[in-house]
């Protein structure tokens, strides 16, 4: 089957990297995939994505062969164009209108691209933009699409109605979600199916024995905004340390706090044990899960000021899947991931709490095994990227989930 991927960047840029494995996944079963991301910049950040700019369809937004196509289809298919454009009218915001709008010239030309190609059928990542990028395709180029969404494109509520009426399905990846995608969608339309975004466990290993003496290295695997809460882990380190605790940080993800987050370490006194890593390739990332590099994962993520909260983050279930414990907060689709015991779970903004939390990692050694077992088995159960990609495969043929 000829499957077009529609993300934001990806292959492109540092985020996204959680596309990948079920790209790829789908890729290896035989399917004719490719990708045609929204925006080109930021080139390819990601070891794994490498092999990817080989089916990627790139352009920019107003490239003048991206005008010139757009032109073409509006002469040559008027009506259809009309149609396809007609939703974006109902946007609810002039800065959403906008946004939808510049959207349309590259969208014109993936659905001539798409017709050309013989694609049966487009699949973007977030209902945001790109989701309006991909309907308008969809629809000019006359093939059935899909989309997934995962957090801020729900709260943002890019024209969910009209994206659910005309799509194929909307899938969302945590429970959670689908309950708000569903309020935005409303009575009446086809509403959301929830599967997870999934992983490839790596085979079991035996528990890992600490050196004697070594400090207990946490890490943080996030993109640097207030909604991850770096703060709060800073400030948990600073209460450890204070404890006469041996506790080191790595925090992996660049953004635009680095800066403020950097003058945070120099304040509470935690030069030297907290390292700024930056944005580490996909497949290093996983390599250094499974090698054992860390003792825990720590995530303390809240509702940003924007209204901005989490998904289920990938980088949990990977390092679950990889035999890290996970301490995490109880904010967006993260309960739905670490409940029964699989992590720990603190209230949102609540540091001593997750000082307690990272303390009972470090002093109970049967919670820390018992936390590696039920996350490994949750993982299995709900999360594998194999029974993900079985359903995502029958939703494509069949036209639903």
Same mark, same amino acid.
């Given at each position: 089957?000829?499957?077009?991927?529609?993300?934001?960047?990806?292959?492109?840029?540092?985020?996204?990297?959680?596309?990948?494995?079920?790209?790829?996944?789908?890729?290896?079963?035989?399917?004719?995939?490719?990708?045609?991301?929204?925006?080109?910049?930021?080139?390819?950040?990601?070891?794994?994505?490498?092999? #990817?700019?080989? @089916?990627?369809?790139?352009?920019?937004?107003?490239?003048?062969?991206?005008?010139?196509?757009?032109?073409?289809?509006? #002469?040559?298919?008027?009506?259809?164009?009309?149609?396809?454009?007609?939703?974006?009218?109902?946007?609810?915001?002039? $800065?959403?209108?906008?946004?939808?709008?510049?959207?349309?010239?590259?969208?014109? $030309?993936?659905?001539?691209?798409?017709?050309?190609?013989?694609?049966?059928? @487009?699949?973007?990542?977030?209902?945001?933009?790109?989701?309006?990028?991909?309907?308008?395709?969809?629809?000019?180029?006359?093939?059935?699409?899909? #989309?997934?969404c995962h957090r801020y494109d729900i709260a943002q509520n890019n024209l969910l109605p009209d994206k659910a009426r005309r799509a194929s399905w909307i899938r969302a990846i945590d429970r959670a979600g689908a309950r708000e995608l569903a309020s935005h969608i409303g009575p009446g339309l086809p509403q959301p199916v929830v599967l997870h975004m999934g992983v490839v466990p790596p085979p079991p290993s035996p528990p890992r024995r600490r050196p004697a003496g070594a400090p207990w290295r946490f890490v943080i695997a996030a993109r640097l905004v207030e909604k991850k809460g770096h703060r709060y882990l800073l400030q948990a380190l600073a209460a450890l340390r204070k404890q006469s605790r041996s506790v080191v940080l790595d925090i992996l993800g660049e953004g635009p706090l680095q800066g403020e987050l950097e003058h945070q370490v120099r304040d509470l006194? #935690?030069?030297?044990?907290?390292?700024?890593?930056g944005t580490a390739p996909h497949a290093t990332f996983l390599q250094r899960l499974i090698a054992g590099?860390?003792?825990?994962?720590?995530?303390?993520?809240?509702?940003?000021?924007?209204?901005?909260?989490?998904?289920?983050?990938?980088?949990?279930?990977?390092?679950?899947?990889?035999?890290?414990?996970?301490?995490?907060?109880?904010?967006?689709?993260?309960?739905?991931?670490?409940?029964?015991?699989?992590?720990?779970?603190v209230p949102e903004y609540d540091v001593a709490a997750l000082t307690e939390a990272m303390a009972r990692l470090m002093d109970d050694v049967a919670l820390h095994a018992a936390v590696i077992a039920k996350a490994r088995q949750r993982i299995e159960s709900e999360y594998d990227l194999k029974a993900i990609v079985d359903r995502l495969e029958k939703g494509f043929m069949r036209g639903h989930l």
């Open positions: 089957m000829r499957i077009v991927y529609i993300a934001k960047k990806l292959p492109y840029g540092h985020e996204e990297a959680f596309v990948i494995p079920e790209l790829m996944a789908l890729r290896a079963r035989g399917h004719d995939m490719h990708l045609a991301p929204l925006q080109i910049s930021g080139g390819v950040r990601h070891d794994d994505a490498q092999t #990817l700019e080989e @089916i990627t369809w790139p352009a920019a937004l107003l490239a003048p062969e991206v005008l010139g196509v757009a032109l073409l289809e509006c #002469l040559t298919r008027p009506l259809v164009v009309l149609r396809a454009l007609a939703p974006l009218a109902r946007s609810r915001t002039p $800065w959403l209108l906008f946004k939808n709008l510049a959207s349309v010239p590259k969208a014109l $030309w993936l659905a001539r691209r798409c017709r050309a190609a013989g694609v049966e059928h @487009i699949h973007a990542h977030w209902g945001a933009v790109p989701g309006t990028y991909a309907m308008v395709a969809a629809s000019v180029a006359g093939v059935p699409f899909s #989309l997934t006194g #935690l030069e030297g044990l907290v390292t700024f890593a590099d860390w003792d825990a994962m720590a995530l303390p993520s809240i509702v940003a000021r924007d209204g901005d909260k989490e998904g289920i983050p990938v980088s949990l279930i990977e390092a679950m899947a990889c035999g890290l414990p996970v301490v995490a907060t109880d904010n967006g689709g993260i309960p739905e991931l670490l409940d029964g015991g699989a992590g720990l779970i």
